[in-house]
């Protein structure tokens, strides 16, 4: 692993005020409603617990795992389905959480499979967005933060697997 340290880029505080807001309008927006929420492993699963929390509405939960990366900062643009839904969609009010977008090749790729599965709705919610790295048009619906082009760790975000379990999220900057 090449020689960086972890620079401070959201502070906790502000992470868990914004998922409050996202669990405010989401419960708004899907009153009256049971919520499949659908994490995508691994990035996903902190950031998914703590907005579920925060949603008044019904919800139930299934997981996958998609892999685009290797132990690498950049993309291969290789989608692959490491674990599949336990549970069917169809007919399912379906919010997919993700923990980032980057080049959007990953979500792109996903939505459209989960979409041939016939869930009543389907829609995005991500904890942050790198709107400059999209290589690929995706549309999201509920975003935590947009982050400028930095490759950044945290909240179940990792480099190289290390650094999930940090409560902010931080940039990480090589030496
Ligand atoms: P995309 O297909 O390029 O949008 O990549 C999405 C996936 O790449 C995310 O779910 C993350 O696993 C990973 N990723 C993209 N940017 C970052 C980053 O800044 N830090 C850690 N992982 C990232």
Avoid: W
Wanted: glycine share 8%; proline share 3%; aromatic share 8%.
């Amino acid at each position: 692993m090449e020689k960086h340290h972890v620079k401070p880029m959201i502070s906790e505080k502000d992470v868990n005020r914004r998922i409050q807001e996202l669990g405010e309008q989401i419960s708004k927006d899907y009153a009256g409603k049971t919520i499949r929420l659908i994490c995508v492993l691994k990035g996903g699963s902190f950031f998914m617990c703590e907005l579920a929390k925060r949603i008044s509405c019904d919800v139930t939960l299934d997981f996958m795992s998609v892999s685009s990366y290797g132990g690498d900062t950049k993309s291969s643009g290789v989608v692959k389905i490491v674990k599949d839904l336990d549970e069917s969609i169809k007919g399912k009010d379906v919010l997919v959480v993700e923990d980032i977008v980057d080049s959007g090749r990953t979500l792109s790729y996903l939505l459209s499979m989960l979409n041939d599965r016939q869930p009543a709705s389907l829609k995005l919610c991500t904890l942050l967005d790198k709107p400059e790295r999209r290589v690929v048009d995706v549309k999201v619906d509920y975003t935590g933060f947009e982050i400028p082009d930095a490759f950044v760790v945290g909240y179940g975000l990792d480099y190289d697997q290390i650094y999930r379990n940090l409560p902010f999220i931080g940039e990480v900057v090589f030496d």
